[in-house]
């Protein structure tokens, strides 16, 4: 019985481990390790293993994490600072937290351009097709975040996160 479970496990996790590397948005919330909150102006370094001010020795990953944590605690300014520091820039996930980013800070115009460039590197990123519906709702353009909330439905199905978030979003623009 020990012996089948662990098999049935196993080919679970085999599975799972395909599925992410199929698809570069599930990968996405697989690499993205949480750094220890830090004091406003200081970032994480993982090599140093300690809060630091001179975020010019952190590496790509570092200023990945740490912007994704200052996103997470609303300090937008912080946040695209270090996104503007990163060097290799050329991947969806960049991307969708510099959309977030800069519509958070009240430009969702200029958010469009960054999640269609996550979504050129990744269509299936679903994340990313939800924040490209949010910034369309905040430009009053209801129809193109239905056209979205369409493609996140077929990308995870009408349970996943992204979807229901972006429904809930509809459901109140459509209510003003």
């Not at 020990?2 to 049935?8: D, E, I, L, P, Q």
């Not at 395909?18 to 970032?43: F, K």
């Not at 200052?70 to 959309?99: T, W």
């Not at 009053?140 to 809930?168: F, K, N, T, W």
Request: negative net charge; aromatic residues 8%; hydrophobic residues 45%.
């Amino acid at each position: 019985m020990a012996v089948a479970r662990n098999c049935v496990l196993t080919v679970v996790l085999l599975a799972w481990g395909l599925a992410a590397a199929a698809s570069p948005s599930l990968a996405v919330i697989l690499e993205v390790d949480p750094v220890p909150e830090c004091p406003p102006g200081q970032a994480f370094d993982s090599g140093a293993a300690q809060c630091v001010i001179d975020m010019r020795r952190l590496t790509d990953a570092d200023r990945m994490a740490n912007a994704r944590r200052h996103i997470d605690e609303g300090r937008f300014e912080e946040a695209r600072l270090l996104l503007d520091a990163v060097s290799q820039k050329n991947s969806a996930r960049y991307f969708n937290y510099r959309g977030f980013v800069t519509r958070k800070l009240g430009d969702p115009e200029g958010a469009l351009v960054y999640y269609r460039r996550a979504l050129i590197l990744d269509p299936y990123y679903a994340e990313a097709r939800e924040y490209l519906g949010e910034a369309y709702l905040m430009l009053g353009r209801i129809e193109d975040a239905e056209a979205e909330l369409i493609q996140i439905g077929r990308i995870c199905g009408v349970q996943c996160e992204p979807y229901q978030e972006l429904s809930e979003a509809l459901a109140e623009a459509r209510g003003r």
